[in-house]
């Protein structure tokens, strides 16, 4: 699974030698923040009852989702990558082949999905299951959220 790196302004400024207070009035107060995604598998399995992510938890710092993405055999590393446009967010989760030997049988990934840095209030969130190079078809959910 790839792994991202995400630093506050404050790591990248002492990176690059700028001071914090520069740092601070080049910024600006009013810059929004965009939202972050933690993606995590937390179990696999052969089998996927069903894969439809749910809201497992929401607060004021995050939205928690969680949910199974089945893949064409448990030999797969899962990526997640996040788009936010206003109001609208998507997820999307894409299934990638390990390769080598590995047994004929459907994989199922249980994951959990923290976005946080929302602002208040409503949004459509779209998750995809990607599955390139594997003759399966997307699989879109759609979610409508309450961030408090």
């Not at 089998?47 to 055999?73: C, F, H, K, Q, Y």
Request: proline share 5%; hydrophobic share 45%; net charge negative.
């Amino acid at each position: 699974m790839n792994a991202r790196v995400l630093l506050s302004g404050a790591s990248v400024a002492m990176a690059f030698g700028v001071g914090l207070s520069l740092f601070s009035t080049m910024a600006g107060a009013d810059k929004i923040q965009e939202p972050t995604v933690e993606f995590a598998i937390i179990e696999s399995a052969t089998s996927a009852a069903d894969t439809a992510p749910a809201v497992a938890r929401i607060d004021a710092s995050a939205v928690e989702l969680a949910g199974t993405m089945a893949t064409p055999n448990p030999c797969y590393d899962i990526d997640a990558g996040l788009a936010a446009d206003g109001r609208n967010l998507t997820l999307t989760l894409t299934a990638t082949s390990r390769g080598g030997f590995c047994p004929q049988v459907v994989g199922a990934f249980r994951y959990t999905a923290k976005i946080a840095g929302l602002e208040s209030g409503d949004y459509t969130l779209v998750v995809h299951y990607d599955y390139p190079e594997t003759g399966w078809e997307r699989e879109t959910h759609e979610i409508q959220i309450s961030a408090p």
